[in-house]
Antibody
């Protein structure tokens, strides 16, 4: 069974850095693209970017390019989403998703709530 | 960049009735569209991929279709557990994907 287990909720101050994680199990981690999706409070889903753990190749939505960094460590089957300087507007739920070979999101993590407040 | 519009924004339906949700793409995406259901406090789950193929474990009352750039999700005989928000997603322009803004299906 494919499982994506994300790290716990975070409360951070503006300007701080943060790295959240998504640990995958039940399939070949290196062989599937993993993505991140943002959901701001009361809003819809926004696709942020993806990584191919096999070669660490990444692609970002134009809206998120330069705002976040996606990485992966295939030795521990874990993908990451990180910020170097958080803003209040980064407050949201973040989901990691496994993309099928064609592109749809066939598995979702439980979500990580990130709250940025002074 | 491909944009998706969903209509209506909110759909009020009585249990047992059918619901028809629309997703329109700004350009041709072939059949490269998926539908997801999200309930409050939960992660979304995949319902439909390839415009019309049901994901594993999805009941037959959920069906998808496409005509040109207009995609439709039909839920026949709505059950209480079907009241949720539904999103479409295009994956034609790999590896850049986009979601639609969502349609909320609530109880009439």
């Amino acid at each position: 069974e494919v499982q994506l287990v994300q790290s716990g909720a975070e409360v951070q101050k503006p300007g701080e850095s943060l790295k959240i994680s998504c640990k995958a199990s039940g399939y070949s981690f290196s062989g599937f693209w993993l993505g991140w999706v943002r959901q701001m409070p009361g809003k819809g889903l926004e696709w942020m970017g993806i990584i191919y753990p096999g070669d660490s190749g990444t692609r970002y939505s134009p809206s998120f390019q330069g705002q976040v960094t996606i990485s992966a460590d295939k030795s521990i089957n874990t993908a990451y989403l990180q910020w170097s300087r958080l803003k209040a507007s980064d407050t949201a739920m973040y989901f990691c998703v496994r993309h099928s070979s064609s592109g749809w999101c066939d598995s979702w993590g439980q979500g990580t709530l990130v709250t940025v407040s002074s | 960049e491909i944009f998706l519009t969903q209509s209506p924004a909110t759909l009020s339906v009585s249990p047992g009735e059918s619901a028809t949700l629309s997703c329109r793409a700004s350009q041709s995406i072939s059949a490269n569209l998926a539908w997801y259901q999200q309930k409050p406090g939960q992660a979304p789950r995949l319902l439909i991929y390839g415009a019309s193929a049901r994901a594993t474990g999805i009941p037959a009352r959920f069906s998808g279709s496409v005509s040109g750039t207009e995609f439709t999700l039909t839920i026949s005989s709505l059950q209480s557990e079907d009241f949720a928000i539904y999103y479409c997603q295009q994956y034609d322009k790999w590896p850049i994907f986009t979601f639609g803004p969502g349609t909320k299906v609530d109880i009439k």
